[in-house]
Nanobody, 123 residues
Framework: QVQLVESGGGLVHAGSSLKLSCVAS????????MGWFRQAPGKEREFVAI????????DYSDSAKGRFTISRDNGKNTVYLDMSSLKPEDTAVYYC????????????????WGPGTQVTVSS
């Protein structure tokens, strides 16, 4: 099994930046694709970004593209999400996920998930 733990969430003003981190343990030595999803109040969970194990393939949602940057440090078993120009609509619980096979978003992506970290953007 793989355990994922997110950190870095918080309360910020619109236009601010946040950097989320996700540390993997257990079977983190496997070449997992890693990603970030989010779930806002009253909405379904939505895809944000996915990065391949080597970092050469990155998939962003339309809402994340141009504002968010996903990266990873395999030596630290950590994936990051740098968020800038945050908007109130970015308010959500952000979840880190891992998928053994797929490096692009599809509806069934994700073999493992973290418990989430809250991001709140005030207007």
């Amino acid at each position: 099994q793989v355990q994922l733990v997110e950190s870095g969430g918080g309360l910020v003003h619109a236009g601010s930046s946040l950097k989320l981190s996700c540390v993997a343990s257990g079977r983190s030595s496997n070449h997992y694709n890693m990603g970030w999803f989010r779930q806002a109040p009253g909405k379904e969970r939505e895809f944000v970004a996915i990065i391949s194990w080597g970092g050469g393939s990155i998939d962003y949602s339309d809402s994340a593209k141009g504002r968010f940057t996903i990266s990873r440090d395999n030596g630290k078993n950590t994936v990051y999400l740098d968020m800038s120009s945050l908007k109130p609509e970015d308010t959500a619980v952000y979840y880190c996920g891992a998928d053994l096979h797929v490096n692009r978003y599809y509806s069934g992506w994700g073999d493992y998930w973290g418990p989430g970290t809250q991001v709140t953007v005030s207007s």
